[in-house]
């Protein structure tokens, strides 16, 4: 059974810097695409990164291009979001997800999710 659990939420000032970390457990990470979602207070949620455990690739949403990466611990089977110069329109509820399947990740509905952390970013 696919679990993801998420962590690492709080509160961070404008331009500042938080790391999330997503704990991975029943399945490898080279066999799935793992991702970051992230729906902020009265909008849709948003996919904003994912990496493809197959070939690598990654995927960037526009917002958070040169300022958020993903990474992966194999040996703690864990995946974790760097955010940095955070700004109040990162403020939102942050997701994160895995799917056998690039396309379930990249059209928003992956079958495997973890519970949401919140971050909220103060001016």
């Known amino acids: 059974e696919v679990q993801l659990q998420a962590s690492g939420g709080g509160l961070v000032q404008n331009g500042g810097s938080l790391r999330l970390s997503c704990a991975a457990s029943?399945?490898?990470?080279?066999?799935?695409?793992i991702g970051w979602f992230r729906q902020a207070p009265g909008k849709e949620r948003e996919g904003i990164l994912y990496?493809?455990?197959?070939?690598?690739?990654?995927t960037y949403a526009d917002s958070v291009r040169g300022r958020f990466t993903i990474s992966t611990d194999t040996a703690k089977h864990t995946v974790y979001l760097d955010m940095n110069n955070l700004n109040s329109e990162d403020t939102a509820v942050y997701f994160c997800a895995a799917d056998r399947l690039w396309s379930r990740l990249r059209t928003g509905v992956p079958r495997n999710w973890g519970q949401g952390t919140l971050v909220t970013v103060s001016s």
């Open positions: 990496l493809d455990g197959r070939t690598g690739g990654l």
């Open positions: 029943g399945f490898n990470f080279e066999d799935y695409t």
